[in-house]
């Protein structure tokens, strides 16, 4: 089994609708991340959570939310999804060290 | 400021060493990685080094570090097909702090020919 898994793997979606993607961990973390890669620009924190009671934006946090039900599940919604909010999504979890495990990613398209 | 940056592509052949470049801009990091991105995967460290180090060679790779400049290097000699990947440089922001926090470059897109 994976250490974090991401669900769904694919998804299209019309603008405007909720969608949540969800990130579970085995690896017993504490650090869960967010972040979207776009083509040129790299991985861009959207959001980050250090335990279950903390939450903090990242960079790009405007028009997303998360939640952090569990230490092992951090999930990312979009509450109206908009087309240029189509990229491919990565749950990511470290220790600390730095030294980050990352899901398979999450492509969305939004049309 | 929080900004890491990379050259977007680099081509060598099979043979070459490769050498993807990054610049940071926050001198607080400590840490210092390269992560690689195969197609159609998530990211997997590749190295790391320390803020106190100049130099860590791991087999066929060597990691440079200029903390006056802020410029990281990655090395990799020998490059084979199997490399072609996107490498991505990070730092980690006050490690062990309330701010922890990893932020990835641009991403270097390496082309290895045969």
């Known amino acids: 089994d994976a250490d974090v898994t991401q669900t769904p793997r694919n998804r299209i979606t019309k603008t405007g609708k909720r969608i949540m993607l969800e990130c579970s961990q085995t690896?017993?973390?504490?650090?869960m991340y967010w972040y979207r890669q776009d083509p040129g620009l790299g991985l861009q924190l959207i959001y980050y959570?250090?335990?279950?009671?903390?939450?903090n934006k990242g960079e790009i946090s405007d028009g997303y939310s998360v939640s952090r039900q569990a230490q092992a599940k951090f999930s990312l919604s979009l509450e109206s999804a908009i087309p240029n909010q189509t990229a491919l999504y990565f749950c990511?979890?470290?220790?600390?060290?730095?030294?980050?495990?990352f899901g398979q990613g999450t492509r969305l398209t939004v049309v | 400021g929080e900004d890491v940056e990379q050259s977007l592509f680099l081509s060598v052949r099979e043979g070459d060493s490769s050498v993807i470049n990054c610049t940071y801009t926050?001198?607080?990091?400590?840490?210092l990685y390269w992560y690689k991105q195969e197609p159609g995967a998530g990211l997997q460290l590749l190295t790391y080094?320390?803020?106190?180090?100049d130099m860590k060679q791991d087999q066929r790779l060597t990691v440079l570090l200029n903390k006056k400049d802020k410029h990281l290097s990655l090395r990799i000699a020998d490059t084979q097909t199997g490399d072609s990947a996107i490498y991505f440089c990070?730092?980690?922001?006050?490690?062990?702090?309330?701010?922890?926090?990893?932020?990835f470059g641009t991403g270097t897109l390496l082309a290895v020919q045969p």
């Open positions: 990070a730092e980690i922001l006050n490690y062990g702090g309330a701010t922890n926090k990893l932020i």
């Open positions: 926050d001198s607080s990091s400590t840490y």
């Open positions: 990511a979890t470290s220790d600390g060290t730095g030294e980050a495990f």
């Open positions: 080094i320390f803020s106190n180090m």
């Open positions: 959570s250090f335990d279950v009671k903390d939450i």
């Open positions: 690896k017993g973390h504490d650090r």
